[in-house]
């Protein structure tokens, strides 16, 4: 079922208030819908954040489940740094730790809406509509040139930066995307209405 934030509207346009590392120490399940009408940059290419996902530790789809590993081991570290793999080991994918340290919880950035650099998005994703640049895990990683070299990097300093909504937004919510387990929890988030999410939320 969807849930709905309270508010309906609009998210401003002007860049909002940079995010530091101490808005990631808290309950992913607080990051992740307030990273909703946030923008994303690296190296000033990126967008609008529209859609993410939460994962924390105490469910079998997080990396974190089963304990630290070398790939994962910046879960297990403070809140605030980038945690970027390889999807079936074909695309990039990133995400911000939250929670305290040894938490392990992350909010897996699935789509923007690109407002930042169009011009090297599209060159690099080699195509020229702008829904399709970053609808995904994979394509908002290739358009902002995200690889393995920016996992375990500060949220709140180059190449990265974060800026928070300036305005308020209708948040929905349903079930996490391409994954086996845990397939219930609602812990997916977004923007109602985005022509840029990677695949539409089912309304009630």
Known sequence: MVQKSKSAAPISAPLGKPLKRSFFDRSVHEVAPDLIGATFLVNGVGGIIVEVEAYHHSEPAAHSFRGP???NRVMFGPAGFSYVYRSYGIHWCVNFVCEKEGSASAVLIRALEPTHGMALMRRRRGLHDARSLCSGP???CEALGITIAHSELPLDRPPIALHARTGKADIVSGQRIG????????WRYGLKGSKFLSKPFMES
């Open 179 to 186: 994954i086996t387990k845990a397939v219930d929890l609602p």
């Open 138 to 140: 994979g394509k908002l």
């Open 69 to 71: 590993t070398p790939r």
